[in-house]
């Protein structure tokens, strides 16, 4: 079964980078699939931030372009979340997916990240 | 980018009851190749959201038929009949016809 699992510091400091790791098992990340970070803010509000493609391709949100790269490393099935010059405005639930068209059968958890001083 | 307008934005429904939720977008969701690519997904509190129905009317693999989706264009509807208590939770409309994809506000679903 596939299942993707999201690691990271759930406290950053202003300014700083929030990185995220999310780990896929049962599937590996170059066969298919666009793989997504999507986050949740307090309240309702869902964003999607961007995908990093079976291909190596990248496709960034461009409210977020010039802050967010995402990038992979596939000796470790993994692939990353950076953001950087973060703000209070980056807290929220960060999700990690795998999609096509936004049909996104497979999530983790969520990690919970709080932007504070 | 494209704006998903759901409505309402909660709802009280009794057990056993329909609830319908809307969402309209500020552009056609109608792709270049022919297809809508808006979909419909559900989180349930403490967990992450599930899908429930792709391209408006295709039910995932292991939802009930009590879900059902319509519509075109810029126009669609999530029915939920003979609601029960696993539906509660918050219900988000999600387009992905044009970049960048784009979710609705969400709806939330209480049960009575």
């Known amino acids: 079964e596939i299942q993707l699992q999201e690691s990271g510091p759930g406290l950053v400091k202003p300014s700083q980078s929030l990185s995220l790791t999310c780990s896929v098992t049962?599937?590996?990340?170059?066969?298919?699939?666009?793989w997504s970070w999507i986050r949740k803010f307090p309240g309702n509000k869902m964003e999607w931030m961007g995908y990093?493609?079976?291909?190596?391709?990248?496709n960034y949100n461009p409210s977020l372009k010039s802050r967010i790269s995402i990038t992979r490393d596939t000796s470790k099935n993994q692939f990353f979340l950076q953001l950087n010059s973060v703000t209070t405005e980056d807290t929220a639930t960060y999700y990690c997916?795998?999609?096509?068209?936004?049909?996104?059968?497979?999530w983790g958890q969520g990690v919970m990240v709080t932007v504070s001083s | 980018d494209v704006v998903l307008t759901q409505t309402p934005v909660s709802l009280l429904i009794s057990l056993g009851g329909q609830a319908s939720i809307s969402c309209r977008s500020s552009q056609s969701l109608v792709h270049s190749n022919g297809n809508t690519y808006l979909h419909w997904y559900l989180q349930k509190p403490g967990q992450s959201p599930q899908l429930l129905i792709y391209q408006v009317s295709n039910r995932f693999s292991g939802i009930p038929d009590r879900f059902s989706g319509s519509g075109s264009g810029t126009d669609f509807t999530l029915k939920i009949s003979r609601v029960e208590p696993e539906d509660l939770g918050v219900y988000y409309c999600l387009q992905r016809t044009h970049n960048p994809l784009t979710f609705g506000s969400g709806t939330k679903l209480e049960i009575k």
């Open positions: 997916a795998r999609d096509t068209m936004g049909i996104t059968r497979y």
């Open positions: 049962g599937y590996t990340i170059t066969s298919g699939y666009d």
């Open positions: 990093i493609s079976y291909s190596g391709s990248t």
